[in-house]
């Protein structure tokens, strides 16, 4: 399974980005894509999940209201974005896609690293002015 993110950055307080991940090479028939952020010293978060069958979105406490989960087939890789809207400080973080075979379970969330089988590098997004 490969990644590639993209999106990341800096941008001011109550401003808007959108963060992008391909994902090739995946051959489950069934699966989770997520975004999942760890803030400099503390634990990793999920913040918004889809299944493959769109039939599941999970979007954390903390960001439901202001970020957006969907995705995008191709012929060869899959892709998920999050759209992030009204951005604030302790949005900071490094944000990892991960996939975890089968559909969505809230405790896969419990514990990221050990439930997500597929990680990608992260990507930065900093809100600050």
């Known amino acids: 399974v490969r990644f590639v993110e993209s999106g990341g950055g800096l941008v001011q307080p109550g401003g808007s980005l959108r963060i992008s991940c391909i994902v090739s090479?995946?051959?489950?028939?069934?699966?989770?894509m997520c975004w999942i952020r760890q803030q400099l010293g503390k634990e990793r978060e999920g913040v918004a999940c889809?299944?493959?069958?769109?039939?599941?979105?999970?979007?954390g406490d903390s960001v439901r209201g202001r970020f957006t989960i969907f995705r995008e087939n191709a012929f060869n890789s899959r892709s998920v974005h999050l759209q992030m809207t009204s951005l604030r400080p302790e949005d900071t973080a490094q944000y990892f896609c991960?996939?975890?075979?089968?559909?969505?379970?809230?405790?896969?969330?419990?514990?990221?690293?050990?439930?997500?089988?597929?990680w990608g590098q992260g990507t930065q997004v900093t809100v600050s002015s």
């Open positions: 889809i299944s493959s069958n769109d039939k599941t979105t999970y979007l």
């Open positions: 090479e995946i051959t489950l028939d069934l699966y989770t």
């Open positions: 991960a996939v975890a075979e089968g559909p969505f379970k809230a405790q896969m969330l419990e514990s990221p690293t050990n439930n997500f089988q597929y």
